[in-house]
């Protein structure tokens, strides 16, 4: 699977952004789905999550009532829509996927080992 971020870019605190990640070679019904963040000299950061069928999604506890995930298995494609951006969401923004039923519950999804594929960062800059 080769997935293809984009969508970032340099926007002000309070304004909104939208991410996309497409995926080529295998369908997207096969795998959950995630974003994950890295900003410089940290640690990835699970953002968000959409399971395999569609009918569930987690956040991160820093992004709920902001951002939304959502996919699309028709267009293999995941979204992430972030809403009243602040500073500290700048980051490089990666969406990874997972096989369906390798993670049964919340508290895995945040592990990037359990991912199988990656794609390039989309910077995401947000100016205060």
């Known amino acids: 699977v080769q997935l293809q971020a984009s969508g970032g870019g340099l926007v002000q605190a309070g304004d909104s952004l939208g991410l996309s990640c497409a995926a080529s070679g295998r369908t997207l019904s096969s795998y959950d789905m995630a974003w994950f963040r890295q900003a410089p000299g940290k640690e990835r950061d699970f953002v968000a999550v959409?399971?395999?069928?569609?009918?569930?999604?987690y956040l991160a506890d820093s992004v709920k009532g902001r951002f939304t995930i959502s996919r699309d298995n028709a267009k293999n494609t995941v979204y992430l829509q972030m809403n009243s951006l602040k500073p500290e969401d700048t980051a490089d923004y990666y969406c990874a996927a997972m096989p369906r039923s390798r993670c049964s519950g919340y508290g895995c999804y945040g592990n990037t080992r359990l991912y199988d594929y990656w794609g390039q960062g989309t910077l995401v800059t947000v100016s205060s």
């Open positions: 959409a399971r395999w069928s569609g009918d569930n999604a």
